[in-house]
Every structure is written in structure tokens, then in C-alpha cells.
């Protein structure tokens, strides 16, 4: 059965056009341990929310794991891992942290409660509301 997450990052340093673009990432450089214990839970197939963080503060697509975890290459040291993302397709409309942080279905996901978590699990639940609000179905 596949789990759903959500990643973050900043799109200045690499937005969802990016991403699409190339077609899929090698998502590195994560150095949390929290962060990166939950990139090894991910399983190949996996469903994963893209949420532009700082200036934009919202979700803009979703991903797939299409590879699972395996060391990274760009750490210099330490116990690192990365996993391999694909585009799936971006919301018809984002949806902000503002929304998610009022929706009581959305208020308690991570990334309201550890706001500096940039991977982290969310239920089944909280992935098909962000679709619902994001007006966008698979």
C-alpha cells in the first residue's frame, strides 16, 4: 500500500518547473536526521506532495518516489540518504500554508506542527484533502 509524504523546498533553489523540466531529481543535501530517517521509509511508488517553501509557503505538485533510498553521494560525511523523485502533475490550484494551517483535517501535519522539517510523512486523509482543495485529482 502506498504512503504519502511531502518534501520541501525553496524555489529559488529549485522550483517545481525546474523539476519538471528535468523529468525528476535526485532529492540530496537533506541533513536532519528526522528528515532523512523519513526519505529510507520511502518505498518506490510512494505519493509525494512538492511544497515551495519561504516566500511561497504552498503546495504546487505532486511526485512519485521512482527510486528508493541509497547513500548520498553528495554528502562529504556522515550517514546520509537520498531518493529519487518523478513529476506526477502540479495542483490545478496551490494550496497555501495559510489554508492547510485553518483546514481541521490539515492543521496537524507536520509541517504546521515542525516547521523546519523538510521530509515528512502524512496520511491518507491529509494527502486526498490537499488534492480536493487543490482542485486536482489522479
Not at 502506498?2 to 520541501?8: D, F, G
Not at 511508488?45 to 504552498?58: A, I, N, Q
Not at 546520509?80 to 506526477?88: N, R
Request: include cysteine; hydrophobic fraction near 35%.
Amino acid at each position: 500500500m502506498a504512503e504519502y509524504w511531502l518534501v520541501k523546498q525553496e524555489p529559488s533553489d529549485y522550483s517545481w518547473s525546474d523539476f519538471v523540466s528535468e523529468g525528476g531529481c535526485m532529492w540530496d543535501g537533506v541533513r536532519n536526521y528526522q528528515a532523512r530517517n523519513h526519505l529510507r521509509s520511502m518505498h518506490q511508488g510512494d505519493l509525494v506532495l512538492f511544497y515551495h517553501s519561504v516566500r511561497e509557503k504552498k503546495v504546487v505538485g505532486i511526485a512519485k518516489v521512482s527510486k528508493e533510498a541509497y547513500p548520498d553521494p553528495t554528502a562529504t560525511e556522515g550517514d546520509w540518504s537520498v531518493v529519487e523523485l518523478i513529476p506526477v502533475k502540479p495542483l490545478a490550484k496551490p494550496v497555501e500554508l495559510s489554508r492547510i494551517k485553518e483546514d481541521p483535517v490539515l492543521s496537524d501535519m507536520p509541517l504546521v506542527r515542525q516547521s523546519r522539517l523538510s521530509v515528512s510523512p502524512i496520511t491518507d486523509n491529509q494527502f486526498q484533502r490537499v488534492l480536493a482543495l487543490g482542485e486536482t485529482s489522479l
